[in-house]
């Protein structure tokens, strides 16, 4: 291979898609590591403080995409105080310096500020895609800023971001020339936007096909926006209220069933049952399918629908569709490769939600489910034994059962033994997240068989160390371990440290861990940021007389050849 | 896959145990000395929960030594855009007075509905006869549906459209007996 010329080299890592395979043929010699850095357009960066920006600028010179991740995974259920960090601005600032070729930027749970949005719009000219998701710091001014200075832009996806309105018009700043957009999404913002601007908007994009309105859109809105672009593939409607005996319901009906590469859906806010006959003409070719923020919607009506949606692949519903409702998913939906079941009254059981009976009805309609995040009140080891058995391609697996430690109703058992026919059965397992009652012995199990785990995620569950040791004795592939609430403490923790260098994170909060073992360790492994999260009042200096066998409360550890970070707040203590 | 490894039946060696005190209840088990544990500044709902629990627990902790569901932090695991979306919801469609109270005279207690259910005058009737059934003395007893407008009167459901009577209706009384016979027109 190295004696093949530099371009032939990278004309072959060209057909490398994917970022892991880049970076272990760049390990091979030398001089593919060179080759390689000059060609990669495409980076991602896992952990925001796992390397200095700079750094990975330098190395990828000619970078035209950038993806980076901020906070951890549990930020999104509250557990991460909201200035902990994950600033976008030390990305951008380097991008500027370094890289003003910076095409696609996409963020994930990181703080992004209006200024920051401001300079990325006014810095790189060829900028075409900007990807938010819950991300936080920014209002509808930064988003004017974009809209006024990125003139070739196609993309700009905001997904679950908490936006401050600021009332500006933000949508009224894309210039008249801007006709280049193909995907808008600003279905998280809570403003107004103005429709009659919205409308030219679109029609002066030919090339828009994905469009997801926020909820203040109304359907006479939608109705002109849809009659303007029939060319649309991905729609996420505004608000769906439209009372069925009107003109305007109608016009609609008329305008989605002129939508003939429609084939993803989603939005239907505030939809009331009739509205979703206007939906029926495009069922056939739907093959994504969101109605998990629509609660007004009973099992009866997402049943009439569903039922025409052969070719659906992917179902985000309400689990106000009951286990009667996925027994006809799971007859007509094939195809059916993700599922996601939400609860709908998370403050006890709802008069309708889904049981063990739904989820074996889909595992054994549904031969192709590869991907499952399933809310429910109660499971039994024998129905998962059953899905586990119908269903050996599960990459995701995601179980929540609402009541912590609760066991199967029937036997009264741990779920032991169907969590752990899930980890023998599905031989591709890269994510798992654990609920109910739960013992060592599941741990046994998962290191035991879940090679190729990746994630996971666990709950309210174990009953000493020894739970938390076959997982990083077993799991080789892990990469992220998240842990909340298990009686796992410093023996654990200091099993193998060495361990978290192959990994990217681990958290842990609420468990046993003393600030004492954070400590060691921290001295054991330099290469390690040991951060500890600390809430209780009074307490901002790591030195004030803390015993060393408090425990500590929240603790995030990631490799990282950055060191420790400079950004870090009062609270956060980096050992 | 042995089910068996490390096991104790605990609910097999606790039902042959002497011991003083009613059947059905244990006192909590020590649990066993894993970590030293002291005191820690923040307290946790759930720090006596898991205490309790540290049995080697077969036995299904059924029902709740816990504190109520609401007070654990980040549980369920639901991103918090999606839980501030539906309590937003939620509050619209509540003050919206879609959801209102149902009384009928001679039940103990009112029920509430949520008229965007509904779609028309027939379903309505429907689901109040299905809903109070319990409640009826005799077969066929007369009765009349009325309702409370924005304004205070109360009004005979049915006589306006549909739409307009689920924009102005605050609650709903199911009247019985003598009085919804007398003079109320047509029968319902």
């Known amino acids: 291979m190295t004696y093949f010329p530099e371009e032939v080299v990278e004309h072959i890592f060209d057909f490398l898609g994917s970022h892991r395979d880049r970076n272990a043929v760049s390990t091979v010699c030398k001089a ?54 994950g ?39 060829n900028f075409r895609s900007l990807v938010l998701v819950s991300c936080e710091g920014f209002s509808t001014d930064g988003l004017a800023a974009i809209a006024t200075y990125c003139r070739g832009l196609r993309e700009l996806d905001l997904q679950e971001n908490e936006v401050e309105d600021h009332g500006r018009q933000w949508l009224s700043c894309f210039h008249e020339s801007c006709t280049s957009l193909v995907s808008l999404n600003f279905a998280c913002l809570k403003g107004e936007v103005n429709a009659g601007v919205l409308e030219r908007l679109v029609a002066r994009c030919p090339n828009l096909r994905s469009l997801k309105l926020n909820r203040a859109v109304s359907v006479e809105s939608l109705n002109e926006i849809v009659a303007r672009a029939p060319y649309l593939v991905d729609l996420g409607t505004g608000s769906f209220a439209v ?46 399918l969101n109605m998990s923020y629509a609660p007004a919607i009973q099992a009866d009506d997402l ?83 059953t899905v586990a058995k119908n269903c050996p391609h599960f990459t995701r697996f995601r179980l929540c059962i609402l009541d912590p430690w609760k066991p199967d109703p029937v036997t009264n058992q741990p779920l032991d033994e169907g969590f752990g026919a899930i980890v023998r059965s599905c031989k591709n397992l890269r994510r798992l997240s654990l609920s109910g009652l739960l013992t060592d012995q599941v741990f046994l199990y998962i290191g035991l068989y879940a090679k190729c785990l990746e994630m996971l995620s666990i709950a309210f569950a174990g009953d000493s160390d020894k739970g938390m040791v076959y997982i990083l004795k077993g799991c080789k592939n892990l990469r992220k371990l998240e842990i909340r609430d298990c009686p796992f403490g410093d023996i654990a923790l200091l099993n193998d440290v060495a361990k978290y260098e192959t990994m990217r994170s681990l958290w842990m909060s609420s468990c046993d861990v003393t600030l004492g073992g954070c400590k060691a360790l921290a001295a054991k492994m330099p290469r390690l940021n040991v951060e500890i999260i600390n809430e209780s009042e009074g307490s901002d200096k790591l030195e004030e007389n803390i015993s060393d066998l408090h425990k500590a409360e929240k603790m995030y550890v990631y490799r990282t050849v950055a060191g420790p970070r400079n950004d870090a707040p009062d609270f956060v203590w980096t050992l | 896959m042995d089910g068996g490894v490390g096991y104790v039946d605990m609910d097999a060696l606790k039902a042959t145990e002497l011991r003083l005190g009613l059947p059905g209840s244990d006192p909590p088990e020590k649990p066993p000395p894993t970590t030293t544990t002291t005191a820690r500044p923040t307290k946790r709902s759930l720090d006596e929960d898991r205490a309790a629990r540290r049995e080697p627990s077969e036995g299904g902790r059924a ?126």
């Not at chain 1, 700079?54 to 200035?83: C, T």
């Not at chain 1, 590469?261 to 049952?273: H, I, K, M, Q, Y």
Request: overall charge positive; charged content about 25%; proline content about 4%.
């Open chain 1, 32 to 85: 593919w590591y060179h080759v390689e850095r000059f060609s990669r357009r495409n980076v991602f960066v896992g952990n925001c403080y796992a390397i200095r920006p700079e750094r990975v600028m330098a190395r990828f010179p000619g970078m035209k995409s950038l993806s980076v991740k901020g906070k951890p995974h549990f930020a999104d259920y509250n557990l991460v105080p909201y200035d902990w960090g």
């Open chain 1, 87 to 125: 600033f976008a601005l030390p990305w951008i600032n380097a991008a500027v310096r370094r890289c003003p070729g910076l095409e696609d930027l996409r963020l994930k749970r990181m703080v992004v500020t209006d200024d920051d949005l401001d300079l990325l719009a006014r810095s790189f000219p």
């Open chain 1, 243 to 288: 009372d069925h005996h009107t003109d305007a319901y109608q016009r609609l009906m008329n305008s989605f069933s002129k939508c003939k590469s429609l084939s993803s859906l989603s939005g239907f806010w505030e939809a009331s049952p009739h509205c979703l006959d206007a939906v029926y003409p495009v069922c056939i070719n739907l093959t994504v």
């Open chain 1, 303 to 385: 049943i009439k629908l569903i039922s025409l949606c052969f070719k659906l692949q992917k179902l985000w519903v309400l689990d106000c569709i009951g286990d009667k409702g996925l027994a006809v998913v799971a007859s007509t939906c094939k195809e059916l490769q993700e599922l996601r079941v939400f609860p709908s009254d998370i403050y006890g059981a709802g008069a309708t939600s889904v049981t063990e009976e739904g989820l074996v009805a889909i595992s054994s309609g549904c031969p192709k489910l590869n991907s499952l995040l399933y809310f429910c009140y109660q499971m039994t080891n024998a129905a998962l034994i």
């Open chain 2, 63 to 188: 029902t709740s030594t816990r504190a109520t569901k609401a007070q654990v932090v980040g549980w369920p695991p639901i991103r918090s855009y999606r839980k501030n979306s539906f309590q937003a919801m939620k509050a619209a469609a509540e003050a919206a007075g879609l959801y209102v109270k149902v009384s009928m005279d001679g039940a103990p207690y009112l029920r509430k509905i949520d008229l965007e259910v509904y779609k028309g005058y027939k379903e309505l009737r429907e689901a109040l006869e299905d809903m109070f059934k319990c409640f009826e003395g005799c077969k066929g007893s007369e009765y009349a549906i009325t309702y409370e407008d924005k304004d205070g009167d109360l009004m005979l459901v049915g006589d306006v459209p549909w739409e307009m009577f689920t924009s102005s209706c605050k609650k709903l009384r199911i009247i019985r007996g003598a009085e919804a016979i007398r003079g109320l027109g047509s029968s319902q």
